[in-house]
């Protein structure tokens, strides 16, 4: 019987030892390895093809050398436009130095547009106003704080768009006071042309129609935000988002909301709450992710 007992103690030990090996493993494949998810969209109003590398949620975290790896991969897929989705930094970021560098390695492969996220948001709030927009801008970064840039690439015209903020009726206003909101002024103008058009747009819920929305003509929005999921569940994905509730569909992937192509990125870093300057940096089952998306005609 004490054998028995110690051999069962034994097989627990090595099973308990095997899991935490298992855990360990993909903890440290979730936050230090680097995935390439690649989509595809057809567009009439395209001849030749484009290739869009997304990046989001870098959260400050430096791929080896000061992000030297995550450059040498940019440059290995070979963009012809790279997009930046938000929450590069954290709202507590205290030097813009790391960001900066990696913004003037990016436009050495292809014009970037960055669209900010909360964080930067916040960032801005705490510092002055102006710096961040300037030191981007400066790097070579074009950025679309509720603004679009019309760019030809490969001959096509491509518009593109930032926005940060609900393009539907959230604020539960009626019609005629929606349509005097920035938003929708902005939205209204960034829709009316030919061009094909890319829509920046960092959380995926602000796609989400309320009463009364009014059928933006998109032809492709890039979100991120969620991490998709943070925590992801072998078969079922991500299991839980705070903004987006239990199971949500629209935490990564190719989506379509409410009839907008839409690319969600599991992004490229972590974030959670804790104390100021110290976030605990934890993704499980779930690999950091760049998008590529090849937009090509009919």
Not at 260 to 281: A, E, K, M, N, Q
Request: hydrophobic share 40%; charged share 20%.
């Amino acid at each position: 019987m004490k054998r028995m007992s110690n051999r069962r103690a034994a097989l627990l030990y090595s099973a308990l030892a095997t899991l935490l090996l298992l855990v360990g493993v993909t903890i440290w494949t979730s936050m230090y390895c680097m995935s390439v998810t690649e989509y595809e969209y057809n567009s009439p109003k395209l001849m030749k093809e484009i290739r869009v590398l997304q990046l989001s949620d870098l959260h400050d975290n430096a791929w080896l050398l000061e992000n030297d790896r995550l450059l040498q991969e940019a440059r290995r897929l070979q963009p012809d436009v790279i997009v930046l989705t938000g929450d590069m930094l954290n709202y507590y970021t205290v030097s813009e130095e790391p960001l900066l560098r990696l913004m003037r390695g990016l436009t050495d492969i292809a014009p970037t547009f960055y669209s900010f996220g909360n964080h930067e948001i916040y960032y801005r709030r705490e510092h002055e106003a102006t710096s961040l927009f300037q030191k981007l801008t400066e790097a070579g970064i074009t950025v679309l704080a509720d603004q679009y840039k019309d760019i030809q690439v490969n001959g096509q015209a491509v518009r593109i768009g930032g926005l940060y903020d609900y393009t539907y009726n959230i604020r539960q206003l009626n019609d005629e006071d929606y349509r005097n909101t920035d938003t929708y002024i902005f939205l209204a103008s960034y829709e009316d042309t030919d061009a094909f058009k890319l829509l920046l747009c960092h959380k995926p819920e602000f796609l989400l129609a309320e009463e009364h929305a009014p059928n933006w003509d998109i032809d492709l929005a890039l979100c991120g935000h969620e991490h998709g999921g943070q925590v992801r569940l072998p078969l079922l994905g991500g299991f839980y988002s705070t903004h987006l509730g239990w199971f949500s569909p629209y935490l990564d992937g190719a989506q379509l909301i409410n009839g907008i192509p839409t690319v969600i990125s599991r992004g490229l870093g972590t974030y959670l709450w804790s104390s100021r300057g110290f976030p605990i940096p934890f993704r499980f089952c779930n690999t950091p992710e760049l998008s590529l998306i090849t937009l090509q005609g009919v």
